[in-house]
């Protein structure tokens, strides 16, 4: 049984920095795809970044590209979201999780998901 556990959320002022830990048990991963969304209170879920769990190269989303970085440590079955110059508008729950393929963008495609971790920031 897949499990994806989040880690790290917490409140922060802006310019702050976060760094989002997702540990991922259950299966080999090797071939998988582990990506970052959040969703924000009546907002739909948002694409944040994934990376191959293989190391390859990560896919950012626009809205927080040069800010957030993804990465991933094999030996401890983790992936991290490093969150620097973090603003009000990246309050939101954050969800780890795990697709079989290609990179994804839409929400839908995505096979596991981890419970989420609240990160808020204050203005």
């Known amino acids: 049984q897949v499990q994806l556990v989040e880690s790290g959320g917490g409140l922060v002022q802006a310019g702050d920095s976060l760094r989002l830990s997702c540990a991922a048990s259950?299966?080999?991963?090797?071939?998988?795809?582990m990506g970052w969304f959040r969703q924000a209170p009546g907002k739909e879920r948002e694409f944040v970044a994934q990376?191959?769990?293989?190391?390859?190269?990560?896919y950012i989303a626009d809205s927080v590209k040069g800010r957030f970085t993804i990465s991933r440590d094999k030996a401890k079955n983790t992936v991290y979201l490093q969150m620097n110059s973090l603003k009000p508008e990246d309050t939101a729950v954050y969800h780890c999780?795990?697709?079989?393929?290609?990179?994804?963008?839409?929400?839908?495609?995505?096979?596991?998901w981890g419970q989420g971790t609240q990160v808020t920031v204050s203005s």
């Open positions: 990376i191959t769990w293989s190391g390859g190269t990560p």
């Open positions: 999780a795990a697709r079989a393929g290609n990179v994804a963008m839409s929400s839908t495609r995505w096979d596991y």
């Open positions: 259950g299966r080999t991963f090797s071939g998988y795809i």
